[in-house]
């Protein structure tokens, strides 16, 4: 606590924040949905919830909307813009089954809640993850109102207390905490997995290898809807789709050479720079 | 007709015995609404402990409503808080000398909405036993607050004004403080005797209190503009439909100066009823606030016209969508209430009738200001109820625990107001009575020939037609 170090600190501060984060990304971890392959069976969610510790929450409680699913399926039975188009009476649509979303945070690169944070609990770190730092959070929640896809869920309760009955408290993932009421949470990517593969690469002496580790939804996906990976590796299986689908990162829009290629990420025109590439349904009609 | 602001003929003596007067023997109604306030204060401290220990989850906030009625009437106070600056301080720049007898009350009411005002910030923080961390203290981690968030710009606007406007309120008081020292025994005495700073009323301690408040008030004025506009950019500089409005500024200002005048407006009637200031707080003076009053509302609705036609126009989608469900949504009869209230209901004040009745007065500037509350949950929670993502829509209404904390809030600002009044003179006496000497000085007409009135003047006038 002297003048140098808050001198020090304060540069350090304004340097990194001039530049609008880090520039020097080591990784660009980022994911590829193919809505086409998603079935809707919700298993992403379920393993979400056991992977990262999620408070189950009862059911008044999620009729109340105080749930805190990070990964979660919307489903969708309406195609207004199938109907609009002529190719569907409406009502018809049913008969071609909903329309499933899996929505996780999309770990935007020009994140909208980074900014408002008044006591910088989330930030970008050099991963181009867009972290949530539970410690440093007091529960503004501004950072949830300014996140275009709600995809940030606050613990309005102490969840914890009811939430493991024993000898459930068992099933607890160790490599990660339980949060308390007050602090906002979100889809970290499995930062624990991350942070493992990461530090046993780092012991080998050698960079982390594509698939050598999987996020808990992409696991759990019974038809490998879910691909996750570096964007900054070209080899990876990531980037090659990302490629191919010709979206790239810190645009607002594709201009696409092949537009019949589906790749599309969501409400980009916003410029979060979201790091999440949906692979759009292919109808039959 | 009364049309003077102020009869010239009172003497120093009975203005000092006046308002001294108002400090003294409390009757029983002052202790029913002293009490009526503590219970309200305590009700909302119960609810707040409930929701310390509980969570959030007990003012019934959800995923979507991350914010609801308690940052809504937060901006209400905050609000609230700009009319008594801009009564003391630009209209004293203005040498508009009718604001003499009520911008004390004005200034009070300013510093009394700014504590209740802080307080929301705090308790509706998830975990309110951390929230000096928005304070850029120097710690050993060298952890800052983020400096890019409103809320802390919010922080330090607040503080700012917070401490300023009490400040301005205190340094103002002083000559009046003085007096009442000069009037008071035991431990009024002693409390007046330390905050009077051993006033003398000596030329020379006039002339540093001229210059000092002159420079505070010129201090006040940018701040008057740029506290109400940082809070708004807690709206403005979010990306959510229906909040980042370019407008928002000067429309929360005006919002708040509209407010804030009709709570001056509500506390004038009070004031004027139960202390018999008649003679100070008259009805022309009412009136000139309230000719102010429908100017700022008509600029206030103004703005919102052209808040809504800029989104109409637009063409975004999301923007047009929120703003058609704020008159169609659920949250519409709020909506068509504060439209009521804040923009048609003004036009009362365009009769004069009407202007000088203070029954109607003293409700219409409650609508007013409860049209003014709408406003501020109509811009919070239709934007949360309804933004980009189609699946997060949601309608919440908050539950009994919130609305016990809000109404508390108006509970700790009457309980504050009411101590306010028993302890210091709610009328500034030196400043009516420097009134009462200029005016003299215009109608007395020895006097108007001894102070050497120029050429261009209006003439002095002998006999006072209508009174």
């Known amino acids: 606590m002297s003048l140098k170090n808050l001198l020090e600190n304060w540069s350090r501060y304004r340097r990194g924040h001039e530049q609008g984060g880090y520039h020097d990304y080591e990784h660009m971890w980022a994911m590829v949905i193919d809505l086409d392959k998603c079935i809707g069976c919700n298993a992403c969610s379920v393993a979400c919830y056991a992977e990262n510790n999620l408070a189950v929450v009862g059911e008044e409680r999620f009729a109340r909307n105080q749930a805190m699913h990070w990964m979660r399926i919307e489903r969708y039975w309406d195609e207004p813009d199938l109907e609009r188009a002529g190719k569907l009476e409406h009502g018809e649509y049913q008969q071609y089954g909903a329309s499933f979303l899996p929505m996780n945070c999309q770990q935007c690169n020009a994140a909208t809640c980074e900014p408002v944070c008044p006591v910088a609990a989330t930030y970008h770190t050099p991963d181009g993850l867009n972290a949530q730092v539970y410690n440093r959070c007091i529960g503004s929640r501004y950072c949830s109102n300014n996140c275009p896809y709600r995809l940030r869920f606050f613990n309005f309760w102490s969840y914890y207390e009811t939430s493991w009955p024993k000898p459930l408290d068992m099933q607890l993932n160790p490599d990660l905490t339980v949060r308390d009421k007050g602090v906002m949470e979100k889809c970290t990517f499995c930062v624990q997995r991350i942070r493992a593969a990461k530090d046993k690469a780092a012991r080998e002496g050698r960079k982390v290898r594509d698939g050598e580790f999987q996020t808990a939804c992409q696991q759990t996906c019974p038809t490998t809807a879910i691909v996750f990976g570096d964007l900054l590796d070209p080899e990876s299986q990531v980037s090659r789709m990302w490629r191919y689908y010709e979206v790239e990162l810190g645009k607002t829009e594709q201009h696409k050479r092949h537009p019949e290629r589906r790749g599309y990420r969501i409400m980009e025109e916003l410029n979060t720079d979201p790091c999440i590439l949906f692979l759009e349904r292919v109808r039959e009609v | ?467």
């Open chain 2, 1 to 467: 007709m009364q049309t003077k602001d102020i009869n010239e003929q009172i003497a120093w003596a009975k203005i000092n015995k006046d308002v001294l007067r108002s400090m003294e023997n409390p009757r029983s109604g002052y202790w029913i609404a002293v009490g009526i306030c503590v219970a309200m204060v305590l009700v909302a401290i119960l609810a707040e402990i409930y929701q310390y220990n509980a969570g959030l989850g007990v003012g019934n906030l959800n995923w979507p409503h991350m914010w609801d009625l308690y940052i809504a009437t937060f901006i209400f106070w905050i609000g609230m808080s700009h009319s008594g600056t801009l009564l003391s301080a630009i209209l004293h720049i203005v040498h508009a000398d009718w604001r003499k007898p009520i911008y004390r009350f004005a200034e009070a009411m300013t510093t009394f909405s700014l504590m209740t005002a802080a307080l929301f910030p705090v308790l509706h923080l998830g975990r309110v036993w951390n929230m000096y961390w928005v304070l850029p203290y120097v710690s050993d981690r060298g952890l800052w607050p983020n400096f890019r968030s409103p809320l802390i710009w919010d922080a330090f606007a607040i503080f700012t004004y917070l401490t300023s406007s009490a400040l301005f309120l205190y340094v103002g008081m002083i000559p009046d403080l003085a007096i009442c020292r000069d009037n008071a025994h035991g431990w009024r005495r002693k409390l007046y005797t330390v905050l009077s700073l051993g006033w003398a009323g000596t030329d020379r301690q006039w002339r540093h209190f001229r210059k000092a408040y002159l420079l505070m008030a010129c201090f006040l004025i940018p701040l008057a503009v740029s506290v109400h506009s940082i809070v708004s950019s807690d709206f403005a500089m979010s990306i959510m439909p229906g909040w980042h409005v370019t407008t928002f500024p000067p429309y929360f200002v005006a919002g708040a100066l509209y407010s804030g005048c009709a709570a001056i407006i509500t506390l004038f009637v009070l004031l004027r009823y139960f202390f018999r200031f008649e003679e100070y707080m008259t009805i022309p003076i009412l009136e000139k606030t309230v000719k102010l009053t429908f100017a700022i509302a008509m600029v206030w609705s103004y703005l919102w016209i052209i808040e809504f036609l800029a989104a109409w126009y637009g063409g975004h989608k999301a923007d047009v969508e929120i703003l058609v469900s704020k008159f169609t949504g659920p949250y519409s009869p709020f909506f068509i209430t504060m439209i009521f209230c804040g923009t048609v209901l003004p036009f009362t004040l365009a009769f004069e009738r009407l202007r000088r009745h203070l029954p109607t007065m003293f409700v219409v500037s409650l609508l007013f200001n409860l049209g003014m509350w709408l406003e501020r949950w109509m811009i919070v929670t239709p934007t949360l109820a309804q933004a980009y993502h189609p699946f997060a829509w949601n309608v919440m209404w908050p539950s009994v625990v919130q609305w016990a904390i809000v109404f508390g809030s108006f509970g700790w600002f009457g309980l504050l107001f009411l101590v306010f009044v028993k302890i210091f003179p709610s009328v500034s006496m030196y400043e009516v009575k420097e009134m009462v000497y200029h005016r003299r000085r215009h109608v007395v007409e020895e006097l108007a020939v001894k102070y050497h009135r120029r050429a261009g003047d209006p003439q002095p006038v002998t006999d006072n037609p209508g009174t």
